[in-house]
């Protein structure tokens, strides 16, 4: 029971998020009509995602400031979850989009933007597993890290406010916040960001926890 | 300084020696325009300038891509050891990419007077495209200079050279584009201030991260 308050935790968020985000009362809204829903997935997926390639790239900072192979590991895990959740929010945006500007897939710089960084992401995985050495990979992986995500911030939030874009806050748009977010929302929104924050530490734990076993495991075999 | 005007000078003389790798680089230059050139010849009205300036920055792209590349894997292990103990990481990445960036410098302007020569010159403002070639051959040569120190150190580096640069560098080339589309069309220089500024903010902060990150690339 030591450390699995923050996974029960986890469990209820997303519950709440779930049965909040189809049934709790929402603003509406011309042509986003009931699809404003589609913001406790789709926008706090994005968020989500972000916050855990920033903390990657923190534990590659970290790698290559101690040496210590634990933490690129984290690195690497945090990353493949981030990708998987930037996956499901392309998802998730392709169904708001559809119903909403009438195209799955509109020529919008944000979501060209999405599609190139997460074959970024996609290229640190390949990148990985090029190298057969532990230690060379590490400290390679992590650079590339670093600089990936120095870009990818631009290619997300900066470049599409300079362009016309259907996303708010870009091209002359006011931003969500400003006009229509309401307590409401709020109340769902901000739980949910936390929670699949959560979700993605956790799928990370799990992995990075098999990989300690296997190197345990291949360290014993050897002696 | 001293330090790096010699490495600089060393890459010189070195590519000075191996005549085929730099005439090889222009050689490829001309004939991806003269291919291009001869694909788009049954249609030659159909070349409306937005055609013409991607198909040129794609050329210099792939021009890019290709001569960078080696400038890590042309010298052996033994010589990159020499190196290692002789100087500072730092100043090995200046050079490298400061040398780079003369060379995509020069390659892009023979590229750009070839392209003119058989494609025909819609540019209404010559010092905005200069600038941008400029601006551009910077930044391909910076992103392009890390990248190739981190693809020379895997196995399989022609892919990974690829994969790894063309998401990376797609901001620069979309914001290069779009400035020489403004040169193209002979703008006032009010419009495209953005994109220079937006351009050099990138330019900087690759660079920077380049000087920070070689280091640990450096080592092993």
Redesign the interface.
């Known amino acids: 029971m030591r450390k699995i308050w923050w996974k029960i935790l986890c469990i209820v968020i997303i519950f709440y998020v779930i049965v909040m985000g189809f049934m709790g009362p929402v603003p509406h809204l011309a042509i986003i009509n009931e699809s404003i829903r589609n913001t406790y997935y789709h926008v706090a997926l994005w968020l989500a995602m972000t916050f855990l390639l920033f903390v990657s790239m923190i534990f590659s900072v970290k790698y290559?400031n101690k040496g210590k192979i634990g933490d690129d590991d984290i690195a690497s895990e945090l990353a493949k979850s981030a990708i998987f959740f930037g996956i499901l929010g392309c998802l998730t945006g392709s169904i708001w989009a559809n119903y909403t500007w009438g195209d799955p897939w509109p020529n919008d710089p944000k979501l060209n933007?999405a599609a190139?960084?997460i074959?970024?992401y996609l290229?640190y995985l390949?990148?990985r597993t090029?190298?057969e050495d532990e230690?060379?990979r590490a400290?390679?992986s992590?650079?590339?890290n670093?600089?990936?995500f120095?870009?990818f911030i631009?290619?997300i939030y900066i470049?599409p406010r300079?362009t016309d874009s259907l996303h708010p806050g870009s091209g002359g748009n006011s931003t969500f916040g400003s006009y229509d977010f309401d307590n409401n929302i709020r109340k769902v929104f901000y739980p949910a960001v936390i929670g699949y924050i959560l979700l993605g530490l956790w799928l990370a734990e799990l992995r990075i926890r098999m990989k300690r076993i296997n190197r345990v495991r291949e360290e014993t075999q050897t002696f | 300084m001293n330090e790096i005007k010699t490495l600089i000078w060393k890459e010189v003389t070195l590519e000075w020696r191996q005549k085929y790798a730099l005439s090889g680089m222009l050689l490829y230059v001309v004939s991806t325009v003269f291919v291009c050139y001869l694909s788009f010849n049954l249609r030659r009205n159909q070349l409306t300038p937005i055609v013409w300036n991607t198909l040129f920055w794609i050329i210099l792209l792939f021009t890019a891509v290709n001569a960078i590349a080696k400038s890590f894997s042309q010298e052996r292990y033994g010589r990159l050891l020499y190196y290692y103990n002789l100087c500072s990481p730092q100043a090995i990445i200046i050079s490298k990419i400061v040398y780079n960036s003369f060379i995509m410098i020069m390659l892009s302007t023979m590229g750009f007077i070839f392209y003119a020569f058989v494609m025909g010159n819609p540019v209404g403002d010559m010092t905005l495209f200069a600038i941008c070639i400029l601006l551009a051959s910077l930044g391909f040569a910076s992103v392009l200079t890390?990248v190739a120190g981190?693809a020379s150190?895997?196995?399989?580096s022609a892919t990974?050279m690829a994969?790894?640069s063309?998401?990376?560098i797609?901001?620069m080339l979309?914001?290069t584009i779009k400035l020489s589309k403004n040169a193209l069309d002979g703008l006032d220089w009010s419009v495209s201030s953005?994109e220079i500024s937006?351009l050099l903010s990138?330019d900087l902060?690759?660079i920077t991260?380049s000087f920070l990150?070689f280091p640990?690339?450096w080592?092993?």
């Open positions: 290559l933007g190139v960084g074959l970024i290229a390949l990148l090029s190298f230690q060379r400290r390679i992590s650079v590339y670093i600089f990936a120095a870009v631009p290619i470049l300079l | 890390l981190i150190k895997a196995d399989n990974l994969v790894l063309f998401p990376i797609l901001p979309l914001m953005d937006t990138i902060i690759v991260l990150l640990y690339l080592r092993s």
